[in-house]
């Protein structure tokens, strides 16, 4: 399938024990094991939700969503942070602010590298604002990324790394060579997004 008609024509469906799983490969073993293995039982157990990218019945990819939080003290911005901790009357700067976390998010290796995983990750954010905005109170969506995944989240789409991290962000390149899969905390504001 063309990318363009993915793109047009792609939808998220729930996991369910009747989807076969077993041509889905996005080249990382984690994450391929947590869709064939893992996923149905958090979502049994009401712990995550996972929805399949499918186009024509195929298996494009999948995101595994749950609940999560952020603490105040780790939104680098100081308007941002200081006018949540107005309108809440929050003293302290260990408060968690709710947010929806993206736990997984995988494309089928044939379908990286050409602009999809980007698009998905939008219509993501759109379904997630427009939740937040009439269904459940949150603003913050987070994401635990690979080092190898930052520039995806950070560069690509408008996430942001901890402020602690600033100095590793710094040596990315040799971080992703070294330690891939080192995990980096990144969060976006959904307030701001259209």
Do not use: W
Not at 74 to 87: F, G, M, T
């Amino acid at each position: 399938m063309k990318i363009e008609y993915i793109k047009d024509n792609y939808y998220f469906e729930t996991l369910n024990e009747e989807h076969d799983l077993s041509d889905f490969d996005c080249e990382d073993e984690d994450l391929n094991d947590f869709l064939k293995n893992d996923a149905l039982k958090l979502q049994n157990s009401k712990l995550s939700t996972t929805k399949l990218v499918k186009c024509d019945d195929e298996i494009i990819g999948f995101v595994s969503l749950l609940t999560d939080g952020i603490l105040i003290r780790n939104i680098r911005n100081n308007e941002i942070k200081l006018d949540i901790k107005n309108q809440l009357n929050i003293k302290h700067k260990n408060k968690l602010i709710p947010a929806v976390k993206i736990g997984r998010l995988a494309l089928d290796k044939k379908y990286t590298k050409k602009g999809l995983g980007t698009h998905v990750l939008r219509s993501i954010l759109i379904s997630l604002k427009e939740l937040s905005e009439n269904k459940v109170g949150f603003r913050f969506i987070v994401v635990e990324g690979y080092a190898k995944a930052l520039t995806f989240y950070i560069v690509k789409n408008g996430f942001e790394n901890l402020k602690k991290d600033d100095e590793k962000i710094k040596n990315i390149d040799f971080i992703s060579k070294r330690d891939p899969k080192k995990k980096f905390y990144l969060y976006f504001d959904l307030k701001e997004y259209s």
